[in-house]
């Protein structure tokens, strides 16, 4: 954490990659490499709040919720976060990996769950309820579904810091905030020669 080592890495990635993408995942707390980072044009994704079930609810009502089916593919796709690197297309390609749950109501899509299910510990990757679909328990039914299909697996999830509604939910599911383990995300287009 000193920024002779910054300065040098910095220098190494302006000779040897120019034009090239690089992210950088590390503690909010690194003020240092922020600020390096801020100094030369870097884009910041929201700080990421890691959370890890400890106290897994039973007995949550699942009615409504499905596994992935190709009959659901347009609308689930249609609906999929598109900003990410997971998108809809890649999820449903990686089926081996991931379980995709699927809210139905009235025979129509209304939200998701991607999550992982090969590891010990699993995670989330996107949940999506349908505005209009909001405050009806369907993104407590999809997690219980996960929870549920998860076991005996453990879950981690990360999840942005400011997004207090997503932490409530994941909270009363049993997962609890793993302090001191928030990352911070930062893109960084290597400036070209010129």
């Known amino acids: 954490r000193e920024k002779e080592a910054y300065?040098?890495?910095f220098a190494y990635?302006?000779?040897h990659y120019p034009g090239y993408g690089a992210d950088f995942v590390f503690n909010p707390g690194n003020f240092l490499l922020k600020s390096l980072l801020e100094q030369r044009g870097a884009?910041?994704?929201p700080e990421q709040q890691k959370m890890v079930l400890v106290d897994p609810v039973p007995g949550i009502d699942t009615t409504g919720i499905e596994l992935f089916s190709h009959?659901?593919?347009e609308p689930y796709r249609a609906m999929h976060?598109?900003?990410m690197y997971w998108t809809a297309e890649k999820v449903m390609q990686a089926q081996d990996r991931f379980?995709?749950?699927l809210a139905i109501r009235d025979g129509k899509v209304v939200g998701y769950l991607d999550v992982t299910y090969i590891f010990e510990e699993n995670e989330p990757f996107d949940?999506?309820?349908l505005e209009d679909c909001r405050r009806m328990g369907y993104g407590r039914k999809l997690l219980a579904k996960a929870l549920e299909m998860n076991r005996p697996n453990?879950?981690?999830l990360l999840v942005d810091a400011d997004n207090t509604p997503a932490i409530c939910l994941y909270a009363s599911m049993g997962f609890a905030k793993v302090q001191g383990q928030n990352n911070l995300t930062a893109h960084w287009t290597v400036p070209s020669a010129e």
Do not use: I, N, P, R
């Open 81 to 83: 976060t598109k900003d």
């Open 43 to 45: 884009e910041f994704e």
């Open 154 to 156: 453990g879950m981690m």
């Open 127 to 129: 949940l999506l309820v």
């Open 71 to 73: 009959k659901y593919a």
């Open 99 to 101: 379980h995709t749950f």
């Open 13 to 15: 990635l302006e000779q």
């Open 7 to 9: 300065t040098e890495m």
